[in-house]
Nanobody, 124 residues
């Protein structure tokens, strides 16, 4: 089993930045990690993902020019640097991880493990 712990959420004004972290622990080797978010009344949606090899990165269109995902293989940690935040970015952000070889990172059913989520609130 793998446990995921998110950190770095909080309250920021529009135009500000936050950096989220996700630390994975456990015996199973993780092959990719991703971030999803869910706003009130909305479905959980894909934000970004990164593989543990090449690496391969993937972003949702609305964050592609503002967010950067990275990883630290030695510490089994992924980071999501979020810049130029706007009101539409307000959501609970969930870290996810997978152990398979699939690369359908946008599909939440691809992932095997999930964190508890961290709240990101952007104010005007």
């Amino acid at each position: 089993q793998v446990q995921l712990v998110e950190s770095g959420g909080g309250l920021v004004q529009a135009g500000g930045s936050l950096r989220l972290s996700c630390a994975a622990s456990g015996r199973t080797f993780i092959t990719y990690m991703g971030w999803f978010r869910q706003a009130p009344g909305k479905e959980r949606e894909f934000v970004a993902a990164i593989s543990w090899s090449e690496p391969i990165r993937s972003y949702e269109d609305s964050v592609k020019d503002r967010f950067t995902i990275s990883r630290d293989n030695a510490n089994n940690t992924s980071y999501l640097q979020m810049n130029s935040l706007n009101l539409e970015d307000t959501a609970v952000y969930y870290c996810a991880a997978g152990k398979g070889s699939g690369r359908n990172y946008y599909d939440r059913n691809t992932y095997d493990y999930w964190g508890q989520g961290t709240q990101v609130t952007v104010s005007s």
